[in-house]
């Protein structure tokens, strides 16, 4: 799922949801445009911090099939040392290293 269909789900069931707690007196109108407001607002500002961390562009690069390797240096970060090092994570390698999966018989790079 990516972002633009994550952000369309969580707007139109923000919208499904209020209407429903609206129908059933749980909420006014008024207070069902404020739950649904901040919801909106809210929720796409927790995925941006999420979306931007180091961990999550090396898996977005590393999804690119024209991407054959991703080097990375060591620089005491352990959840990018981790991924160089997981072997579900082929591209994502070390400085020296072959990407997981290679066959050798072509550059990498």
């Keep these: 799922m ?3 269909q994550f952000l369309g789900l969580v ?3 923000t919208a499904l949801a209020s209407g429903i707690a609206i129908g ?3 909420l006014s109108a008024e207070q069902g445009t404020l739950v649904a407001g901040i919801v909106i607002s809210l929720v796409p500002l927790v995925w941006s911090v999420l979306a ?3 961990l999550a562009k090396l ?3 590393a999804t690119v099939p024209e991407v054959k ?3 990375v240096e060591p620089n005491g970060n352990k959840v990018i040392e981790e991924a160089a090092r997981d072997p ?3 591209k994502i390698i070390h400085e020296g290293d072959q990407p997981r999966g290679h066959t050798g018989n072509d550059n990498p790079f």
Excluded: E, S
Aim: charged residues 10%.
């Design 2 to 4: 990516n972002q633009d």
């Design 11 to 13: 707007r139109n069931g």
């Design 24 to 26: 059933h007196g749980w």
């Design 52 to 54: 931007h961390t180091n």
């Design 59 to 61: 898996m977005a690069a």
């Design 69 to 71: 390797a991703i080097v």
């Design 88 to 90: 579900n994570q082929g």
